[in-house]
């Protein structure tokens, strides 16, 4: 039905993130239909993303310079560090402009069923920088699945040496929400989570 050079575009498609085979052919399609204003910009610009973007030293954002702009940031927080997962946790802490301090991504989470370890992630720099005199505190957002938790409770072991704060993200009812359409996992870790409306503390 197509020539070898719109499969391979479909089949280069289907590999992303939420694109099956016959969303990707529609997003083919689509592209091919728009060359001029969508195919060969967005060829530009993928060209350019795989020149020069990079893998920051540091922390292990993605930037078109290293150390990456967040690490670089005078106005950053040195004291505090935030664990993330990934880069797209690290972004979506960043959109809510609500964290001022640095970042630290792993690259994944310890699972045993995958066979990830904690030599496969970045937890001995992660131990390095935290050694600093400077750091005061280190936050766990890592997310609330077993992997992610299991993976917390790893790195406060692998921490409390040093004498470190170490908290997490607290869990429970998102802003917003209401009780029927939550599931027991997240109004129980709510219960834990509760606090006192005169102190802020239970």
Not at 59 to 67: A, E, K, R, V
Not at 113 to 142: F, H, K, M, Q, W
Not at 154 to 163: K, S, V
Request: aromatic share 4%.
């Amino acid at each position: 039905m197509v020539g070898p050079e719109i499969e391979r575009l479909i089949q280069l498609l289907s590999r992303l993130p939420g694109l099956g085979p016959r969303s990707a052919r529609r997003v083919a399609l689509r592209l091919v239909e728009k060359r001029d204003t969508l195919l060969v910009p967005l060829a530009a610009a993928m060209a350019a993303a795989a020149d020069k973007v990079k893998t920051c030293s540091v922390c292990g954002n993605f930037d078109s310079i290293d150390p990456c702009g967040v690490c670089t940031d005078p106005r950053r927080d040195d004291g505090l560090i935030c664990v993330v997962e990934d880069v797209a946790s690290l972004w979506a802490m960043e959109r809510t402009a609500a964290f001022q301090g640095r970042y630290h991504v792993l690259g994944g989470l310890l699972s045993a069923l995958d066979g990830v370890g904690p030599d496969d992630l970045g937890i001995n720099r992660l131990v390095e920088r935290v050694r600093r005199p400077t750091v005061s505190e280190v936050i766990l957002a890592t997310p609330a699945t077993v992997e992610g938790q299991t993976t917390a409770h790893y790195l406060a072991d692998r921490l409390a040496p040093l004498g470190k704060a170490v908290s997490g993200l607290a869990h429970g009812v998102p802003v917003g929400g209401e009780l029927d359409y939550l599931d027991d996992g997240t109004i129980s870790a709510a219960l834990r989570a509760r606090r006192s409306f005169n102190t802020g503390t239970l």
